[in-house]
């Protein structure tokens, strides 16, 4: 049976020289559960990151001084993720605020949040999130030795709709102020272990998962 869904409006930031936030939300830590209390293994099944092609989100600007502004336009289809840095994250903040999280298997690359009918052993909970409403402002800079892989910096703010195969509303935001190889995936990784934080801070959900 399916349980409640949950929307998070979620912001990250990669700062620095230039670049203007996009807005951002605070990010209440959730209180951790106690140490050794019963609860339910929490799985992240599949983010979804759907933003029609083509549409502007936010400004690009390049260069180590973050000029040449011009429109930042969303180039992707619908992303699909079974792993990587989402699934990362979710099990790290899941650890830092004592929640237990199963171990990750790679499902079928598939719009749905859930495969059809999804499958989880007694104990376990499966959470879908799909990530929508994306604002995002990025630098990227090309030098001497990184031509063909630039690096970035940023902020971004989306919406996560959460199901737990159970709905919430949250928000939040992070931040991180260097370019890095892999900058626009870190920061939507930090934004999205925000709005995880503002999941684990609901208290339905935090009922839920302690209900065994």
Request: with cysteine; net charge positive; charged share 20%.
């Given at each position: 049976m399916r349980a409640p869904s949950i929307l998070v409006a979620l912001g990250l930031i990669i700062c620095g020289c230039s670049v203007p936030v996009v807005q951002q939300v605070a990010a209440p830590e959730p209180q951790p559960l106690a140490?050794?209390?019963?609860?339910?293994?929490?799985?992240?099944?599949?983010?979804?990151?759907?933003?029609?092609?083509?549409?502007?989100v936010g400004e690009q600007r390049e260069g180590p001084e973050c000029v040449s502004k011009e429109p930042l336009?969303?180039?992707?289809?619908?992303?699909?993720?079974?792993?990587g840095e989402y699934h990362t994250a979710f099990e790290s903040v899941l650890?830092?605020?004592?929640?237990?999280?199963?171990?990750?298997?790679?499902?079928?690359?598939?719009?749905?949040?859930f495969d059809a009918p999804p499958t989880a052993p007694a104990g376990e909970l499966l959470?879908?999130?799909?990530?929508?409403?994306v604002r995002q402002n990025?630098?990227?800079?090309?030098?001497?030795?990184?031509?063909?892989a630039p690096i970035h910096k940023g902020s971004v703010h989306f919406s996560v709709h959460w199901e737990v195969y159970a709905p919430v509303d949250n928000e939040g935001s992070g931040a991180l102020d260097e370019f890095k190889?892999?900058?626009?995936?870190?920061?939507?990784?930090?934004?999205?272990?925000?709005?995880?934080k503002g999941l684990l801070r609901n208290e339905e959900?935090?009922?839920?998962?302690?209900?065994?």
């Open positions: 140490p050794g209390a019963a609860s339910m293994t929490l799985k992240l099944n599949r983010v979804i990151v759907e933003v029609p092609k083509g549409s502007v336009k969303w180039k992707a289809d619908t992303l699909v993720y079974n792993e650890g830092q605020y004592n929640f237990l999280a199963g171990k990750t298997v790679k499902g079928r690359s598939t719009t749905a949040l959470l879908g999130a799909r990530i929508t409403n990025d630098c990227m800079s090309r030098g001497l030795f990184n031509m063909h190889s892999d900058g626009d995936v870190a920061y939507f990784a930090r934004a999205f272990s925000a709005a995880l959900f935090r009922k839920l998962v302690t209900k065994k």
